[in-house]
């Protein structure tokens, strides 16, 4: 799995074509990249020693979380457009070269350029130049040249400007949208940038000012504007009508704040969507069911659609306007916030607030998402446009969802060093060292924390400390801090006002005054800042307690000791780091050569024990990593993981049911398929002798499935097969109905081995309740008042319902049969290590084989999507009185007879979902027999997303809430 995914980073990060013999020594150049620095260098070197080896744990939460973060980065890239890379030069000027003519010596002469000066995202600062090479210019390596006015037209100036190049035939749809956007009549507005303003003040509060700017907020406003533009010309016919309707909720809802100035020129469009809500809304009042749009019959005409299809087409030209003029205004601010390393100024807040809400709908998920620390390392970034964005997220969330890096639990790694013994004096050293490098390490993840969420905050807070040892941290930021000595008094006389969830920080200021609202002269107040988190959290009872006292939302805190400390910064979370890894370094010196090893498994030992949190890997296994690295490299010149247990042999997927092992050698394999637990997920199965045994143990080590991510037969070797002992006993009555009993070892015939006798006895059954009061009740089986054991619940339920129907308690009932051992359930697998065989080429699989195991994997993700929105769709049709419903998109149906709900797009033959319902539980029927078809049929994330948000209205109706709101837009036209 890992490697086929690396095989891709690789591809794409050298430009090599795809290569049917991918070595070793490739793929290292990958591994090189993800973990080449110096605090990695240890997960370097194991991984290529476990790749030359036995592939033995490269599947470690620990492996696995390296390589996803690696991995993370690459689907960002890709998702964001960034996987594409420009050349990037210093800009100097030469008037030798005419008007929209470029000098780039790395391009050949008379070559079309292009040409972007970011970070403005508009195609203002974007243009498609001549390149030529002027004889007898000096060349100056990594720089391009323009003349003046070209420059100025394209904002750049040879200050230190860096612009991106390309050629043009490289991107050939790039050159025509950047030749048509940049036409006078398609340009953005101009901005002009506003003359620099001067710092004023000390050093200190010049130097904090200048470090304090919103350039990447107004960026992103930039940019999600420019989406919505787009959008209002990339969406579908079928979802106009509704995306206008909500675009023009929200610009009517801001129509109260008013434009500012330099936003008039869009006052006539901004008013025209006040009309048009207007005329949405005034649609919506002819139905009194909110689900009336939604279950539209067929044939039924489509009533209050005041709106032309024409008029809600020229309302999208007009949104696409409203917003190709809002870019223009934001960009001006940009503009500003990117001088603020040269002038005073700052973007208006006013602007940036309306522009803000103005931009509030559509939501731009690509743009939220694709900075958050779990995208695309827990789930992928969200996609609900149309736009060329939307399109590389939607792509890049196919290969996430197929080719997820899964770990495996810890506890299937126990056998690392099994053949190395220790002491309990070893022992007690592992604990002691382990224990405190997870306090270390724990306290830096903790630092790292507080770093990732704060890193948008100011630099400096302020510590306020009381004569009684009680302190609060208050964040000091331009916005917030209004007070005029904040950084120049030792003791101030601070209050706190408790406003919602957060906690405003206010100081006197000595010798100034101001009047109250009672007319009264008090000391003068200005706020400091914000309460930090932390702050809030430690202080939360006192707080309450001096709330109680006050009886208002403010504190009097007193006169306290004020010290100025900068925050957590990336140089605290590294030096915390580096305090783990020295202790580590450390205490590997100090243990004798000669202990190490014995050391280093009882580490391991505790590492791997079974345990709730299997994949907490700071906890869970990092010291051992960190300091045992080489022994567990040492570990991994051979096999260790050579027994295993094979489970579920009696069940019907085991093509052996029934056979007792008695230790033959057979060849065998390891294959991925559908588990026999739950169809939707694949476990890994063991195929001796060519048929299916059975699947490895969950709880036991397991065998590497290799490096095809979903491909078969990748290990091969002879291995000794035994059948464990039976675990229960089959009682078979004289007309062939049978009992299914377990949990022999509790009873008084535990000795007994049932696979050597044939015996019959009078068995009484007695019910008695289960230890868990929120399960049923237990049959037990009894032999002269001896228990045998437990009846399987599933044998002890059809017994109840048999002598139910004929009026017969099951309390006391007996019966009379021979009593056998059962189909032994599981099996002892010895694999002699010289034997295994690797595959020639791991990365290869024949495309049959290769198919097969991509239509699993379509069909498992659709069932995981049917299993999500399954449970909405039927409560949605217990609304109903008919079971099949029409709606704008989709349509629904119920099939009393065999209990299965059909969902399928209006106009398309195929069904988008199939699903049946049996005893209170869903199970997913397929939809297609092809990958390709279930893809294009099947249910997208969107469909989800959307199932999952008109829910609590299904729910609410359900209830009999009769108040369902009705602006419920997505539900009324899906």
């Not at 507080?450 to 948008?456: F, I, M, P, Y």
């Not at 049923?776 to 109840?800: H, N, Q, Y």
Request: with cysteine; net charge neutral.
């Amino acid at each position: 799995m890992v490697e086929r995914r690396l095989k891709g980073d690789f591809k794409r990060e050298t430009g090599n074509k795809l290569i049917d013999d991918f070595d070793l020594d490739d793929f290292g150049d990958v591994i090189d990249e993800a973990f080449g620095d110096n605090d990695t260098e240890l997960m370097y070197q194991l991984l290529k020693a476990d790749l030359e080896g036995h592939l033995q744990i490269i599947e470690t939460p620990k492996v696995i979380n390296f390589l996803s973060e690696h991995l993370q980065e690459q689907y960002r890239d890709c998702a964001t457009g960034r996987v594409i890379k420009f050349q990037s030069s210093m800009l100097m000027t030469c008037n030798r070269l005419k008007d929209w003519e470029i000098c780039d010596r790395t391009k050949p002469d008379g070559a079309k350029v292009l040409y972007h000066r970011p970070p403005v995202g508009n195609t203002n600062v974007m243009a498609v130049l001549t390149n030529r090479l002027l004889e007898g210019e000096e060349a100056n390596p990594g720089s391009i040249k323009l003349n003046r006015r070209t420059a100025a037209a394209l904002n750049s100036d040879c200050d230190g400007d860096k612009p991106l190049t390309a050629l043009a035939q490289d991107f050939p749809s790039t050159t025509q949208e950047i030749q048509f956007k940049t036409q006078p009549e398609n340009r953005y507005p101009e901005s002009v940038l506003p003359t620099k303003a001067a710092y004023c003040g000390s050093f200190e509060k010049i130097a904090l000012e200048a470090a304090n700017d919103n350039i990447g907020i107004v960026a992103n406003l930039a940019m999600k504007a420019i989406a919505i533009e787009s959008e209002c010309s990339k969406i579908p016919a079928d979802e106009q009508r509704e995306f206008l309707a909500n675009l023009s909720a929200n610009l009517a809802r801001c129509a109260s704040f008013g434009l500012p100035k330099e936003a008039e020129h869009l006052k006539d469009l901004f008013n025209d969507f006040t009309e048009y809500n207007r005329r949405f809304t005034l649609e919506k009042q002819g139905s009194n069911n909110v689900f009336k749009n939604y279950l539209t019959t067929v044939g039924e005409p489509e009533i209050n659609n005041t709106l032309t299809t024409e008029e809600v087409t020229a309302g999208l030209a007009k949104a696409q306007q409203l917003f190709h003029g809002l870019s223009g205004v934001i960009d001006q601010q940009l503009k500003i916030e990117g001088q603020s390393g040269k002038s005073a100024l700052r973007s208006d807040p006013q602007v940036i607030k309306l522009c803000t809400e103005l931009c509030a709908y559509p939501q731009v998920y690509a743009l939220e998402d694709r900075n958050e620390k779990w995208a695309y390392l827990d789930k992928p970034i969200r996609s609900n446009l149309h736009t060329a964005i939307d399109l590389l997220v939607q792509e890049s969330n196919q290969h996430f969802e197929s080719n997820a890096l899964t770990p495996r639990p810890l506890s299937q790694f126990r056998d690392l060093f099994r053949d190395i013994d220790f002491n309990s004096s070893q022992l007690e050293i592992a604990a002691n060292i382990k224990q405190q490098y997870e306090r270390l390490i724990r306290a830096a993840y903790d630092i790292k924390q507080e770093v990732e969420a704060n890193r948008h905050q100011p630099n400096l807070r302020m510590v306020a400390k009381s004569c009684k040892g009680n302190q609060i941290e208050i964040r000091l930021n331009q916005k917030d801090t209004k007070h005029p000595q904040t950084y120049a008094l030792s003791q101030m006389q601070i209050s706190l006002l408790k406003d919602k969830n957060q906690y405003k920080a206010f100081a006197v200021i000595p010798g100034e005054t101001a009047i109250n609202k009672r007319g009264q002269i008090v000391p003068a107040k200005k706020q400091l800042g914000l309460l930090t988190e932390a702050s809030i959290i430690v202080n939360k009872d006192n707080f309450q307690t001096l709330h109680h006292k006050s009886k208002s939302n403010w504190i009097e805190l007193g006169k306290l000791d004020i010290n100025i400390n900068p925050a957590l910064n990336p140089s605290h979370e590294k030096a915390a780091f580096k305090l783990a890894y020295e202790y580590a370094a450390k205490i590997r010196e100090n243990i004798p050569e000669k202990e190490r090893l014995a050391i280093a498994a009882a580490m391991w030992n505790l590492s791997t024990k079974r345990v709730k949190e299997e994949y907490d890997i700071n906890k869970r296994a990092g010291a051992v990593f960190a300091i045992f690295g080489e022994e567990i490299k040492e570990q991994l010149n051979q096999l260790q993981f050579t027994e295993f247990t094979v489970v579920g042999t009696h069940r019907d997927a085991s093509e052996h049911q029934g056979k007792v092992w008695k230790g033959e050698k057979v060849p065998i394999q390891i294959e991925l398929a559908p588990s026999y637990i739950n169809s939707s997920s694949q476990g890994r199965w063991l195929i001796a002798d060519g048929k299916k045994l059975g699947m490895l143990s969950p709880s036991d080590a397991q065998m590497s499935v290799g490096a095809i991510t979903f491909g078969r037969a990748s290990l091969n070797a002879k291995a000794k097969i035994t059948s464990e002992a039976s675990s229960g006993v089959i009682i078979t009555t004289a007309r062939g109905n049978v009992i299914e009993v377990n949990k022999l070892k509790s009873g008084a015939f535990a000795d007994v081995d049932w696979s050597k006798q044939n015996y019959h006895a009078t068995v009484t059954i007695s019910v008695q309740p289960s230890r868990n009061p929120q399960k049923p009740d237990i049959g037990v089986a009894i032999i002269k008042d001896k228990r045998l054991g437990e009846l399987k619940p599933e044998s002890f339920e059809k017994l109840t319902a048999v002598l139910k129907a004929h009026n017969i308690p099951v309390q006391g009932y007996t019966v009379e049969g021979n009593i056998t051992a059962s189909p032994p359930s599981a099996a002892k697998v010895v694999i002699d290590a010289s034997t295994i065989e690797y595959p020639q080429s791991w990365n290869q699989v024949q495309q049959s084989e290769f198919s097969e195991n991509k239509l699993l994997l379509a069909q498992q993700i659709q069932a995981n999507r049917t299993l999500e929105i399954a449970p909405i769709i039927h409560a949605f049709l217990s609304t109903q009185d008919k079971t099949t419903v029409v709606g704008k998109l989709n349509t629904v149906s119920w099939n009393p007879q065999t209990q299965e709900i059909t969902l399928w797009t209006n106009g398309s033959s195929s069904p988008k979902m199939r699903v049946k319902y049996f005893d209170g539980e869903y199970q997913a029927l397929p939809i297609g027999d092809i990958a390709e078809e279930i893809a294009a049929n099947g249910l997208s994330e969107v469909d989800v997303q959307h199932f999952q948000q008109i829910a609590p209205s299904i729910y609410a109706r359900i209830a009999g809430n009769q108040s369902i709101k009705a602006d419920n837009n997505m539900e009324n036209n899906y």
